[in-house]
């Protein structure tokens, strides 16, 4: 049976704490605020536009279209990231439409690690980055946002890389450096002076930066997202990379774009020919139409890319409250819709011996859905082997829920804590 093992190289990388905390959800039905998905309707016009997708007279709608994206898609894509990059963008060269930003990772990890080169990657990270980097033959080189204060509210902003760690971490063999900016699952949104200091050294040692900026358009006031693509020097060695599925509120669309200078696209075009192929056109169709809606009332009041962020900021505030008013310590994001909070306070309300994994976080988590009902995901999936144990204080919520259900959340931690300080006056 050797024979069918796993191939050598996906080994190490078979487990995901999404495969597992599903599964401890579809057991356990708690409320889950685990993964990270609106659960109320996107916009009506992106759903109408499909709809009209669907029933439109033209018949090739329903089949193959262009492999590195649909005509209509990269036309909007083009237009929409000429104005905000402040570049020209060639639809045909510059873009690739892809499974998900999944795929645009994918093809963009894939297309440009050759066997022993080195990728920085920031800690925490959007956990599929460092198994991406192992098959392809990649050393992964990482590095923690360290938070830099120990006491009151904390901010995304108190995370921080130490610069002179940046530094020590770029060589000759480096390769690349992933940013997540707006960041899952911190929520951080780096600096100007921070993406300055991370260009510099990508220029310093010709290194590719891929952007990962699907929480683009999830952005706290005063906080602005800035593409580390418009700095200097960056254009030429940058990969975007963003997410319909963020933009749109429809995750289960599962469409994705990375774009950058064609000599760089080519590589992910490569791996995507060989690979996906081609996109599901009737979606890509109604995400264009989304992008042509939202174009011309860009930075606008009605525009979705607006609104969403204002109608997401009093959840996170609501979610930051309760939080705090249980006992817990979050990190208030200044983008994206996940919160971070430190449980140890609450510790000793906590059977953490009846649960066997080796992670503290990930017990926390366990005996929280099985036992009160509310569902997180461990931080210290976030991080590698050699770094789990910085993140074993902390869970991370997502907040883009209807307030119904945070409400419930707010209920079910409620009545936990008074329960158990109830139980131990007694
Ligand atoms: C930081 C980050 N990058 C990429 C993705 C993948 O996006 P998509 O669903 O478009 O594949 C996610 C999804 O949660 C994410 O949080």
Request: include cysteine; charge should be neutral; aromatic fraction near 12%.
């Amino acid at each position: 049976m050797d024979k069918f093992k796993l191939p050598q190289r996906y080994i190490g990388n078979d487990k995901s704490v999404w495969v597992e905390y599903i599964q401890l959800a579809l057991e356990h039905k708690p409320l889950n605020l685990g993964q990270g998905f609106p659960d109320f309707p996107p916009p009506d016009y992106i759903t109408e536009a499909l709809k009209t997708v669907c029933t439109s007279d033209n018949v090739l709608l329903h089949q193959y279209t262009r492999g590195f994206g649909h005509p209509r898609l990269v036309t909007a894509l083009a237009q929409m990231y000429s104005q905000l990059i402040g570049k020209k963008i060639d639809p045909q060269t510059e873009i690739l439409v892809t499974a998900g930003a999944y795929g645009a990772l994918y093809s963009s990890i894939l297309g440009h690690i050759e066997e022993g080169d080195e990728a920085i990657i920031i800690e925490p990270y959007f956990d599929c980055y460092e198994p991406m980097v192992r098959t392809a033959g990649g050393v992964p080189k990482f590095i923690p946002l360290r938070l830099k204060k120990s006491s009151g509210p904390i901010s995304s902003g108190d995370w921080v890389l130490d610069p002179t760690e940046l530094q020590n971490m770029f060589n000759a063999k480096t390769k690349l450096i992933i940013v997540n900016t707006p960041h899952n699952p911190l929520g951080k949104v780096f600096t100007k002076q921070e993406l300055e200091m991370i260009a510099d050294l990508c220029k310093k040692w010709n290194v590719l930066c891929i952007s990962d900026e699907v929480y683009e358009w999830i952005v706290y006031k005063p906080y602005e997202h800035i593409r580390i693509a418009t700095l200097p020097g960056m254009w030429e060695r940058t990969i975007t990379i963003g997410s319909a599925g963020k933009t749109f509120s429809v995750t289960g669309w599962k469409t994705g774009w990375a774009y950058g200078p064609a000599n760089l696209i080519r590589n992910l075009q490569v791996v995507h020919q060989n690979s996906v192929y081609t996109c599901t056109t009737p979606i890509q169709e109604a995400i264009a139409l989304g992008f042509e809606k939202e174009f011309p009332r860009l930075g606008q009041t009605d525009c979705y890319f607006v609104s969403l962020p204002k109608e997401l900021e009093p959840k996170r505030n609501y979610m930051a409250d309760f939080l705090r008013e249980v006992g817990m310590n979050p990190t208030v994001p200044e983008g994206g819709y996940f919160m971070v909070a430190d449980w140890t306070p609450l510790a000793s309300k906590v059977d953490l011996n009846s649960e066997k994994d080796q992670y503290k976080d990930y017990r926390f988590t366990k005996w929280m859905t099985k036992n009160v009902g509310l569902q997180g995901i461990p931080v210290s999936a976030f991080y590698s082997d050699a770094h789990k144990h910085i993140a074993e204080d902390f869970v991370r919520y997502c907040f883009i829920k209807k307030d119904d259900n945070l409400k419930k959340a707010c209920n079910i931690l409620t009545k936990w804590k008074n329960q158990r300080e109830g139980e131990s006056t007694k």
